[in-house]
Each structure stands twice: as structure tokens, then as C-alpha cells.
């Protein structure tokens, strides 16, 4: 009679675990920067939670790499976040989305570990010259997929200024071209392999990830609004929408810009996402967490396309 009951009730389990697994979970498909992995996949995790019957996709790339996806291999996406929300207006706004809401800053250090060549020596004031050191070698990410590869190019401009050392941003861009990869996360193999000594990162991302770094000042760091005349002295050419166009990215305080494409292949959940981050503020809670401190009700273009639930996030 037990033996019956048991293999009665594993029967029933069965199918319940069968029936659960044929239930067809609704996607999300989000492309988002490679400094978001860490904040994103606890952003996933927790809507999940959730919305038991909801499956987050999320693909990490340079923020300019996952607008690219969109415009020229016309991949499906709901949410895109950038690292850059230039990169949403100059390459997605208007045929691809229609507002971008700024949510996040963050700004330029330099990371090392503990057996990083003259680490033991590295401040903010030497640190371009170790750089430079020919025993050193350092990377950065590539200007034309990743806002912090045009970043690491503004920042040596910018220090060539702040310094008074004319030539030194072309000295440090010329050096080590043979570890720049395509986003910023991608260097941090490099780094603990020791093939490179140190790389040009984003403050939370050298945080979440337990690098030693170097605070620069923020006449160079691109950490400040108030100081975005003199950041606006140095530029950087990048590649534009079509081949053989060029966009000019002036230095500027650094922004995140976040939008939801007009042709996302489930608007409904992108919406409950979308609310989930900014009105519930979960997902600003979560970068505030991971050390990128909110910008939220910062200035947008388009504001009067910005979806009537989230405009409060966002100003003229």
C-alpha cells in the first residue's frame, strides 16, 4: 500500500514538474553596456522574483557594439542601456527609438592589481608617466565600440592639458595599441593574467570587481557637470550611422541613457521592466548599490516623446 501511495504521488509530481516546464515563459531581451553586467544581472534576478513567468535576456557588449546590433544586423531588442546616452541619440534616435532617459554617471580611473609592474609607486600625479613606462604595458577598450575607449582618449587629452605637457596624450594613444579589445570588461582577463599592468576603467566596475585604482583628478576623471567647459575643450572622432561617416564626441560629465526601441518585440514586459527600474525604483536602488549614483530628472532630448509614467524622470 505505501509502495502504491509513493509511486502514486511521484507520478503526480511528474506531471506537475512536466506541466510546469511546458508553461512558456515571456521574454525580455535587453542589450545593455559592459559596466552594467554586474548591476543588470541583479536588476534580472530580482524581476524575475517577480514576475515568476518572465525570462530576462541580457547581452553585454560596448555600448555603441549593442546599437550596431540594432541598426546594421537588425537584432531583436526590447531595452537598450548605454554607458553613453549620446549613443542612443546619435545612432538610435529617431528610426530606432524615440526618447532616452539619463539614469546613471560614473567616471574614469585607472585599475591595477597587486602584481601590476611599479604598482607600488602609482599616484594620481605620476600616473601617465608610469603608463608611458616601456616596462609597462596598459589597455583600454576601442573608441568605436565602447564609450570608455573614447573616454580613455578623451582623459589623455585632458591630462595633456591639466598637466601642461604637450604631446603626451599622443605618446600614451600611440603605446600598447595592441590591447585595446572591444569593451572595457573585456580587459580585466588581460589584467589578472598579467599580460597588462594596468587599464583604463570605470569606477564601478574596478569596485565590483576588486581592483585597486587610481582616483584622478576631476579636471580629468569626467566625473564632474560643473566641469564640463573645460572638459569640452578635448573631442574624439568616432565611426557615425553609415560607413565613412564620423561623429565628433566633445568631452563631457559622464551620463547613462536607457530607452525602450520602437519596434521591441514585447512592449508589454519592456513597460513592466521600465516601471520596475525607475517607478519602483528598483533598479536605481541596484546602481546606487554597485557605485554609480543616480542622475535621475537629469535634462533629455526628446522629452515629449519620454512615455507619460516616466516622465517624472526626466526634465526639458
Not at 77 to 84: E, F, L, N, V, Y
Not at 222 to 244: D, I, R
Request: aromatic content about 10%; overall charge neutral; proline content about 5%.
Amino acid at each position: 500500500m505505501n509502495k502504491a501511495y509513493f509511486l502514486f504521488s511521484l507520478s503526480i509530481l511528474l506531471i506537475l514538474s512536466s506541466c510546469n516546464n511546458s508553461i512558456k515563459k515571456e521574454k525580455i531581451i535587453i542589450f545593455h553596456a559592459g559596466s552594467l553586467s554586474v548591476p543588470f544581472k541583479q536588476m534580472a534576478h530580482e524581476f524575475e522574483k517577480k514576475y515568476p513567468n518572465t525570462k530576462v535576456i541580457l547581452e553585454s557588449a560596448g555600448s555603441r557594439a549593442c546599437a550596431r546590433k540594432i541598426t546594421d544586423l537588425n537584432k531583436p531588442c526590447d531595452i537598450i542601456a548605454s554607458a553613453d546616452y549620446k549613443v542612443i541619440d546619435n545612432l538610435l534616435i529617431p528610426e530606432y527609438a524615440h526618447w532616452n532617459l539619463p539614469f546613471a554617471t560614473n567616471e574614469m580611473t585607472i585599475g591595477y592589481q597587486e602584481k601590476s609592474e611599479r604598482q607600488d609607486e602609482i599616484t594620481a600625479s605620476n600616473c601617465m608617466d608610469i603608463l608611458l613606462d616601456p616596462k609597462v604595458n596598459y589597455g583600454r577598450s576601442d573608441p568605436d565600440s565602447d564609450p570608455c575607449g573614447y573616454r580613455a582618449v578623451l582623459v589623455s587629452k585632458l591630462a595633456e592639458k591639466y598637466y601642461h605637457r604637450p604631446g603626451l596624450a599622443d605618446s600614451l594613444l600611440t603605446k600598447d595599441r595592441e590591447h585595446i579589445r572591444p569593451k572595457e570588461v573585456d580587459l580585466l582577463a588581460l589584467l589578472e593574467t598579467q599580460v597588462i599592468d594596468y587599464i583604463f576603467i570605470y569606477r564601478s566596475v574596478a569596485e565590483q570587481h576588486g581592483l585597486n585604482y587610481i582616483i584622478l583628478p576631476d579636471s580629468i576623471s569626467l566625473k564632474s557637470p560643473a566641469l564640463n567647459e573645460f572638459y569640452q575643450t578635448v573631442s574624439v572622432q568616432v565611426s557615425g550611422k553609415k560607413p565613412g561617416e564620423y561623429i565628433s564626441h566633445k568631452g563631457s560629465s559622464m551620463v547613462y541613457g536607457l530607452t525602450q526601441l520602437t519596434n521591441a518585440p514585447n512592449p508589454e514586459l519592456a513597460q513592466k521592466f521600465l516601471e520596475f527600474f525607475f517607478v519602483d525604483s528598483v533598479g536605481i536602488k541596484i546602481m546606487e548599490k554597485n557605485g554609480q549614483p543616480s542622475v535621475i530628472s537629469s535634462k533629455t532630448e526628446a522629452f515629449e516623446k519620454v512615455p507619460e509614467y516616466l516622465k517624472g524622470f526626466g526634465r526639458q
